[in-house]
């Protein structure tokens, strides 16, 4: 082609025209660039011929700066006239492709095999026009849209004309083909090789990017009635409610219809470009981090998504991003709440697909919705669903709703042709949405029902306030074959009944849940709210100075540097000076002003919706919290002692807040952190004992207001512990110290002035019960009361007496004699 300088101007001329209509883009150039050489010659191969394509990656290779591909280049001795070459060979114009090697392919193994050390890359490209999945129904699709049906010229030309400007170019990782040489299978099988590589490659990337095939909604919901499983659930239907039949599986067609997204291309393109405005209008910037693990394992994998749930824009926050980065936007469990007219039609042609909050006492509905999910799954559908059920409404990872990982369990044991790979997405905000809707809740308001009337508000929402940036962390994927061989090993050879329900698979999915939650947390993204939230909340009077909130900032800022919570956590750029402005320029500061300089603090709306964005990060501070908090009443301590009651309290903290590491890491983590301590000058050490600073240095300050992030949740701990031990032996049950827990919380909240709703929150005490009952501290007997460990009292004041004040403890434990006292006048 680079040889006829008239072929050059026809090329030229053809891709000048193509652009004054088609608009391309690079997605994911920067995994290319970390694994390109480009001292060795580089050549791209396209899976079709397609003169269009190849404008189009000429067009964005000279974009980017990378080698063009209609340039010639150098193997060893032998000058190939381009730098590029088709996979499969030109067709006829009645279509069909004669299967042969190209040529270009044949000559560089050749001039590689006779200048051994020399080595060339193949560089994979694929160019989607409009990137849309096809049904098998849609001539229009079919015609129109990039799919996986066989591409022909008239086919193309309408492509470009109907969906040029919006044309995307995947780059992939470059195959070094002097390693492939270097397996010495000679010079036949190296090329065959190469071509398989290259096949196999389009065909996953093609998948991973477009999606699979895709039924037609009716045939598939058609087809769920007729899986035995669902077949058995509408004879055991009719014979229940002793109708015909054919009745029931009309019931069972109308529950596959209510729960079946309805994907269309269409959709996607409008969402796309109503968000783009949204996130444009709403947002100042989304950072997007970690994306690359997503793309290695959306390769011949199912790839299920499980987000952390903030706010009702996270579905479309991430498949907004998936589909502007190349990869297909997932099918998403969505509440049978959000099926409201006009929303409700829209979201389904997005991908949602409506799931009632409770399949109890509905056998028939549990059988095709479960028969649903298997369809997606086993067809390689990406999917999406929230493991804490519902959004978080204190900002802390909520307790995991295991329904849906146990179908996908249940799924996988049946077939797992196709291995799954959950994928934590942690999506945090420096303001949310529905941040005055929580805060009403907050406040102890009931949730409200979702409304169309809600999108006005969330306009008038976005002219009124500022909301700063969104970051997207993408967390370490879980291969569910490789947790399941930890938890269960032996698992791929047991044989399973009918119900897919082994004994072991409720403990199995709660371990699952606990780890996704663990992974999320792992993910977190640190902004400058949660941090001027963090240190404001740790005060009594929620106010600091400018200079001593800009010393504590920046103080978090070192630790957090210095001891890193996880490769996949992410912090703010800048210094406490500049998180501080950054806070104020959002107005969620107040201040005030005299003569010895600026006070800032939290007026009274503000802090109570700031300690949603302070939970959003505990777990973070919690190890380094509660290390502070042992030298608030103790001077000095030995290592030995700090592991000694880190240890004794570490798996309640690490079960309400889902930290990472586990008992077996402590140690090492807990040395990592006193050793940043002492570099931050909040500790020294003599001798294998560390020691803190005098009681009036501003060290102490620093070491004191780290040790209060943590203090309410220890304080929780010590009541609940205070009254199951007041209660005596077998006489209270698990939900009635729960209860007792509950009001004991409100009362101390009034008494001490706790500005935080979270306190005596009713499920944050049942957890702790119930890690009570796991770690073998408290049991229950056959009537459910509780008895506890006979040296509980003496390990629960041991460790109360070195984190929480003597006036706290004296309170908490006047408080509950007091409960005591009056339930026994009362009996």
């Known amino acids: 082609m680079t040889r006829s300088p008239l072929r050059r101007l026809a090329f030229s001329t053809l891709r000048r025209l193509l652009y004054l209509w088609v608009r391309s883009e690079t997605i994911s150039q920067s995994s290319l660039d970390l694994r390109l050489d480009r001292g060795k010659p580089v050549f791209y191969v396209l899976q079709r011929p397609s003169a269009s394509d190849l404008a189009v990656l000429d067009h964005e290779c000279s974009k980017v700066g990378l080698p063009r591909p209609v340039l010639p280049v150098q193997v060893g001795e032998h000058m190939e006239p381009a730098a590029f070459f088709y996979l499969t060979p030109e067709p006829g114009w009645l279509g069909g492709h004669r299967r042969s090697s190209p040529p270009a392919l044949i000559r560089i193994l050749e001039e590689l095999q006779r200048h051994a050390p020399d080595d060339a890359q193949i560089v994979p490209v694929s160019v989607f026009w409009g990137q849309s999945p096809d049904r098998e129904t849609s001539p229009w699709k079919l015609l129109f849209a990039d799919s996986w049906a066989v591409t022909g010229r008239l086919r193309k030309l309408v492509s470009i004309l109907i969906l ?123 950072q997007v981090n970690h994306l690359e693990s997503v793309r290695e394992v959306a390769h011949g994998n199912e790839v299920i998504y499980v987000p952390c749930h903030r706010s009702h824009i996270d579905y479309l926050l991430l498949s907004y991003l998936l589909f502007r980065n190349g990869l297909t936007p997932p099918h998403i469990a969505a509440g049978i709440n959000l099926n409201m007219p006009l929303i409700g039609s829209l979201l389904r042609r997005g991908g949602a697909f409506f799931m009632r909050r409770t399949f109890k006492g509905n056998p028939l509905y549990s059988a095709v919705f479960n028969e649903y999910l298997h369809t997606l799954f086993s067809h390689g559908f990406p999917v999406e669903y929230f493991v804490e059920g519902g959004r978080s409404r204190t900002g802390r990872m909520l307790q995991p709703k295991t329904g849906m990982l146990a179908i996908t369990l249940r799924s996988f044991l049946r077939s797992h042709r196709l291995p799954v790979v959950f994928v934590p997405v942690y999506i945090g905000y420096e303001r949310v949405l529905e941040g005055r809707t929580y805060l009403g809740e907050l406040r102890g308001a009931e949730k409200k029902k979702e409304s169309i009337f809600d999108l006005f508000k969330v306009i008038s929402a976005i002219r009124k306030q500022r909301f700063g940036s969104v970051w997207v962390n993408f967390g370490e994927p879980i291969k569910l074959a490789e947790f399941l061989d930890g938890q269960r090993p032996g698992w791929r050879t047991e044989d399973y009944d009918e119900s897919l329900r082994p004994a072991w698979l409720n403990e199995t999915t709660s371990r699952l849940g606990e ?99 302070r939970n959003n990060v505990l777990h973070i501070f919690a190890l380094p919290a509660l290390l502070a908090s042992f030298f608030q009443s103790s001077s000095r301590m030995s290592r030995e002692q700090v592991l000694l009651y880190t240890r004794a309290l570490y798996p309640y ?32 050490v003599e001798h294998d004992v560390y020691l803190r600073p ?30 199951l031990l007041d209660a005596g032996q077998y006489n209270l049950s698990a939900e009635e110290l729960e209860n007792r827990c509950v009001i004991m ?73 007091e409960r005591e006292d009056s339930l026994q006048t009362a009996l």
């Not at 004191?704 to 992030?709: F, I, V």
């Not at 041991?798 to 706290?808: D, N, S, T, Y």
């Open 653 to 684: 903290l690490q079960a309400e807040l889902f930290i990472r590491w586990s008992i077996d890491e402590l140690e090492a983590v807990v040395d990592q952190w006193l050793a940043a301590f002492v570099e931050q000058g909040l500790l020294r």
């Open 515 to 613: 780890h996704v939650a663990q992974r999320l947390n792992e993910a977190a993204a640190v902004n400058p709210v949660n941090l001027v939230a963090l240190a404001l909340l740790s005060t009594s009077r929620l106010a600091l100075d400018e200079k001593a909130l800009t010393r504590v900032l920046d103080l978090y800022l070192a630790l957090l540097r210095r001891v890193p919570y996880s490769p996949h956590a992410t912090l703010p750029e800048g210094d406490g000076a500049e998180l501080i402005a950054y806070v104020q320029s959002m107005k969620l500061l107040a201040e005030q002003n005299d003569a010895l300089g600026r006070i800032l603090y939290l007026d009274e709306q503000n802090a109570v919706l700031m300690t949603y964005y």
């Open 694 to 723: 005098a009681p009036s240095s501003r060290q102490f300050v620093l070491l004191t207001l780290l040790a209060r992030a943590i203090v309410q949740t220890l304080q929780r701990f010590y009541m609940a512990t205070a009254l």
């Open 164 to 286: 040029g400007r919006k044309t995307r170019v995947q780059f992939s990782a470059p195959i070094h083909l002097r390693e492939l040489q270097a397996q010495g299978k000679g010079q036949e099988r190296t090329l065959r090789m190469v071509q398989r590589i290259l096949r196999v490659h389009f065909r996953n990337l093609k998948s991973a990017v477009i999606g699979p095939d895709v039924s037609h909604r009716r045939n598939l919901v058609k087809g769920l009635v007729h899986a035995p499983q669902v077949r058995q659930a509408i004879a055991e239907e009719a014979e229940r409610e002793k109708i015909p039949l054919a009745r029931a599986r009309q019931q069972a067609l109308r529950y596959g219809n209510e729960i079946a997204s309805d994907y269309t291309y269409t959709a996607i393109r409008f969402l796309e470009l109503v968000l783009s405005w949204f996130w444009n209008k709403l947002y100042e910037g989304i």
């Open 745 to 817: 919380a409100q009362r101390l909240s009034i008494l001490h002035g706790l500005n935080a709703p979270e306190f005596f929150d009713k499920s944050l005490f049942r957890h702790f019960i119930q890690t009570l009952l796991d770690q073998g501290v408290v049991r229950k007997d056959e009537a459910g009361k509780l008895s506890h460990h006979p040296q509980l009292a003496e390990l629960a004041e041991g460790a109360a007496k070195r984190v929480l004040p003597a006036e706290i403890r004296l309170s908490i434990r006047q408080v509950a004699l």
